[in-house]
């Protein structure tokens, strides 16, 4: 099919993972994604990973999961020559998205102010930790640093285990996904206007307002948030349970569900107890319900009670592992795992990931395995007019 973003040009000058997982989405959607990478060693997520040979070979793990479908050309943005390369190339481009410490481009001489001159329809997203401005703004900002400061470690876990980060890079994910929504929104109105815009993309207020429940019910009530480990604050019971085979997590969030619930699990009188009767009175003694529906999931397993809840109109699901979920055909019979021949430089297979959604039934699956550095650095400098002496020229320099 004719996916999406076709034919939309995206320059991807961004590193590790916020904007090149913004730029991966835009791939899987058709976008031409260019990315722009240092002469010296690229972006750092090219040596991070578990395989340890792959990264030595500057195609890591960590880059090849959301860089696939793009290209990749080097320069030396601090180089005159490198510079106006770029100025060539945004002028020609849609999408230009960054994620360098607020005032590196500024000091490149080549931010928006400069760029939007060149070129007026482009759309410019910047990534950064705290955004362009405030007075956070020039600190550097990892993903766990976003995790601390948002609060977010602070309602992970439970009273004894909190604060407690998630176990992946939550944060630069959401930022990753807030930019991309970004992007796509400015391109839907430049469709209408034929404007660009800049777009100034904060992983800290992306990360705020992807927990969105919790921090409204704070500024309704003054009452902070407190960490509940498994539990749901909004219900009960809602939250994981042991079975007398794994754990098993259940969301009984309505009457009927909870009702449904006591009736499987053969303790119908829970639904009159006056402890339990009402929703709010569940919440009040989350613990003690817990303990009787617990009681009851004893005689069987995660498994089992997954399916006969599920039947009876609970919501159930077993807490898998990584390993455990990417093997269940409700996965692998979606095609969500992508297996990429040969990856350049491995000459063996990539596993990676595509978008959690199919488009009219199509899987948006990259077109091309992830970039050797540098691989169309050439082929972007003939397309720009550039001969093969004039770029030998520029390796020389130290420009590609």
């Not at 990973?49 to 793990?61: E, I, N, Q, R, Y």
């Not at 990429?340 to 959604?357: D, I, M, N, Q, S």
């Amino acid at each position: 099919m004719n996916k999406p973003l076709t034919n939309i040009r995206v320059l991807d000058l961004s590193n590790v993972l916020a904007g090149p997982f913004c730029a991966y989405q835009m791939a899987l959607m058709g976008a031409e994604v260019i990315k722009v990478e240092s002469p010296q060693g690229g972006d750092l997520a090219r040596r991070l990973g578990a395989d340890t040979d792959a990264a030595a070979k500057l195609m890591g793990v960590s880059f090849l999961a959301v860089n696939a479908g793009k290209q990749s050309i080097t320069l030396n943005l601090k180089h005159p020559e490198g510079k106006e390369i770029l100025k060539r190339m945004a002028a020609e481009a849609d999408v230009l998205v960054e994620n360098f410490r607020p005032g590196v481009m500024t000091r490149l001489g080549l931010d928006y102010s400069v760029l939007k001159e060149i070129n007026p329809g482009l759309i410019y997203c910047a990534i950064s930790g705290f955004g362009q401005n405030g007075p956070w703004s020039d600190r550097p900002a990892y993903d766990q640093i976003i995790q601390g400061l948002s609060g977010l470690m602070s309602v992970t876990g439970d009273a004894e285990t909190a604060p407690l980060r998630a176990g992946f890079p939550i944060c630069d994910t959401i930022g990753g996904m807030a930019a991309a929504f970004a992007i796509v929104s400015a391109l839907a109105g430049k469709a209408r206007t034929g404007e660009g815009c800049m777009i100034d993309v904060s992983m800290l207020e992306a990360t705020l307002a992807s927990m969105g429940w919790v921090v409204s019910n704070y500024l309704a009530t003054g009452k902070a948030p407190e960490p509940m480990g498994n539990e749901n604050f909004t219900a009960a019971p809602s939250g994981a349970f042991r079975t007398g085979l794994g754990l098993l997590n259940i969301a009984a969030n309505e009457q009927k569900q909870f009702e449904a619930l006591c009736d499987q699990i053969s303790r119908p009188e829970l639904k009159t107890d006056p402890r339990f009767a009402q929703r709010e009175s569940r919440k009040k003694n989350r613990y003690v319900l817990k303990a009787e529906i617990e009681a009851g999931l004893k005689t069987g397993s995660a498994a089992d009670w997954e399916e006969l809840l599920n039947a009876a109109g609970v919501p159930s699901g077993q807490i898998l592992s990584v390993p455990e979920i990417l093997s269940q055909p409700q996965v692998t019979g979606r095609d969500f795992v992508v297996d990429l021949k040969e990856v350049p430089g491995l000459e063996k297979t990539a596993h990676v990931t595509r978008g959690g959604y199919l488009v009219n039934g199509a899987a948006m699956q990259p077109n091309s395995p992830p970039p050797q550095l540098g691989a169309h650095t050439a082929t972007w400098l003939h397309n720009l007019g550039y001969d093969d002496d004039e770029i030998a020229r520029l390796v020389d320099e130290k420009v590609i």
